[in-house]
T-cell receptor, first 111, second 111 residues
Framework: EADIYQTPRYLVIGTGKKITLECSQT?????MYWYQQDPGMELHLIHY???????EKGDLSSESTVSRIRTEHFPLTLESARPSHTSQYLC??????????FGSGTRLTVV | QKEVEQDPGPLSVPEGAIVSLNCTYS??????FMWYRQYSRKGPELLMY????GNKEDGRFTAQVDKSSKYISLFIRDSQPSDSATYLC???????????FGTGTRLQVTL
């Protein structure tokens, strides 16, 4: 049973639209992450947060933004979607253990 | 040079075979080593983690770490078609909270 939830699972949207990808976790984890993954490719960290009101950019430059107003919620927003944003977006959280718990991902297609 | 190198495959083996998946890393500060399994269109799930050189066994899976060679391996015994997935190695330093992932090796177990 997943403890970290991402919605929507799939999204097809037109160029120029604003979108928000939702990520919520029920484990009370302080650390949360957003990764971008193209088909058959590695995961690239685009944003992370170490707690409420803490957000940092990751290793891969991204035009998206994130917010962390509540511990359990870490949404990602694209103000103006473009075809180059087409990808899979994975949210993860980490508590006191070493590993991350990942959501099932949002597969975004911008047409 | 990438901090973590992993052969992307694909690797195809018959059912029942022993599978060996490998990663090399360059940063000797890495201390924690993980293996994730990712099924198609799903998020990665943690399979195993270890923090010391040597072997760690869990059912049909064995994780092996050789810190002197900066080499980590995952062995799968009696492989099953349900093992068909992408396997990602991931490594963490003691002070950082960001995992460094390999590119993932795609495994196909055939009947």
């Amino acid at each position: 049973e997943a403890d970290i939830y991402q919605t929507p699972r799939y999204l097809v949207i037109g160029t120029g639209k604003k979108i928000t990808l939702e990520c919520s976790q029920t484990m009370g984890h302080d650390k949360m992450y957003w990764y971008q993954q193209d088909p058959g490719m590695e995961l690239h960290l685009i944003h992370y947060s170490y707690g409420v009101n803490s957000t940092e950019k990751g290793d891969l430059s991204s035009e998206s933004t994130v917010s962390r107003i509540r511990t359990e919620h870490f949404p990602l927003t694209l103000e103006s979607a473009r075809p180059s944003h087409t990808s899979q977006y994975l949210c993860a959280s980490r508590g006191g253990t070493y590993g991350y718990t990942f959501g099932s991902g949002t597969r975004l297609t911008v047409v | 040079q990438k901090e973590v190198e992993q052969d992307p495959g694909p690797l195809s083996v018959p059912e029942g075979a022993i599978v060996s998946l490998n990663c090399t890393y360059s940063n000797s500060a890495f201390q924690y080593f993980m293996w994730y399994r990712q099924y198609s269109r799903k998020g990665p799930e943690l399979l195993m983690y270890t923090y010391s050189s040597g072997n760690k066994e869990d059912g049909r899976f064995t994780a092996q770490v050789d810190k002197s060679s900066k080499y980590i391996s995952l062995f799968i015994r009696d492989s099953q078609p349900s093992d068909s997935a992408t396997y990602l190695c991931a490594i963490l330093t003691g002070t950082a909270s960001k995992l460094t992932f390999g590119t993932g090796t795609r495994l196909q177990v055939t009947l």
